[in-house]
């Protein structure tokens, strides 16, 4: 089956780092994406790993491992804005559909 | 640049009534189109899912259907509204192979 399995609750302190892990189960992969989503918001894309290895884009970094079926999302200096849901994503067979982790909800605290 | 537009924002019907939700893309062309739901507290549901006009799969069992009548127009609906129904209902496209979806500002829809 197709399914990408991620822990259901994080909670960090403020300026620390939290990782946030993924899991998948799919055939024919072609990535791994993540994305944040704020209460009552719709979600906004933030990273994409098409390859092995880690993707920087400033506080955030993204790493994928295909041997693995593993990723994880990287968040450092952390922020009370940060706290958030986080979602990783991937296509669930070789038609490309995109399917979702059940979320991880991330509190930081002061 | 590309858009999504999603509405309404809000909705409230009564059960047994009929639903239709409308998404539209802007700024590409023969995108892939998605709706989902999300319950409160939960992950995202793929309900349907389209790779180009009238060709639309259905993911999930249920009293909802989808259609894209232009390439760039996706639309929910409903005949007869379950209490069930109720929830977040979220448009997203995306282009290509690529994994890099982009999402319209949702529906949140209470069935009474």
């Known amino acids: 089956g197709q399914s990408l399995e991620q822990p259901s609750e994080v909670t960090a302190v403020e300026g620390a780092i939290v990782q946030i892990n993924c899991t998948y189960q799919?055939?024919?992969?072609?990535?791994l994406s993540w994305y944040q989503q704020h209460d009552g918001g719709a979600p906004t894309f933030l990273s994409y790993n098409g390859l092995d290895g880690l993707e920087e884009k400033g506080r955030f970094s993204s790493f994928l491992s295909r041997s693995d079926s593993y990723g994880y999302l990287l968040l450092q200096e952390l922020q009370m804005k940060d706290s958030a849901s986080y979602f990783c994503?991937?296509?669930?067979?070789?038609?490309?559909?995109?399917?979702f982790g059940q979320g991880t909800t991330l509190q930081v605290k002061p | 640049s590309q858009t999504i537009h999603q509405w309404p924002a809000t909705l409230v019907q009564p059960v047994g009534s009929p639903l239709s939700l409308e998404c539209t893309v802007e700024g590409t062309s023969n995108p892939n189109l998605y709706w989902y739901r999300q319950a409160a507290g939960r992950g995202l549901q793929l309900l349907f899912y389209?790779?180009?006009?009238?060709?639309i799969s259905s993911e999930v069992p249920q009293n909802l259907s989808a259609s894209r009548p232009q390439d760039r127009q996706f639309i929910l609906s409903s005949k007869k509204l379950l209490l069930s129904d109720s929830g977040f209902y979220l448009c997203?496209?995306?282009?290509?192979?690529?994994?890099?979806?982009?999402f319209g500002q949702g529906t949140r829809l209470t069935v009474v």
């Open positions: 799919t055939s024919g992969f072609y990535g």
């Open positions: 997203a496209w995306t282009s290509g192979g690529r994994t890099e979806a982009f």
């Open positions: 994503a991937g296509p669930s067979s070789n038609t490309g559909k995109l399917i």
């Open positions: 389209s790779v180009g006009i009238g060709q």
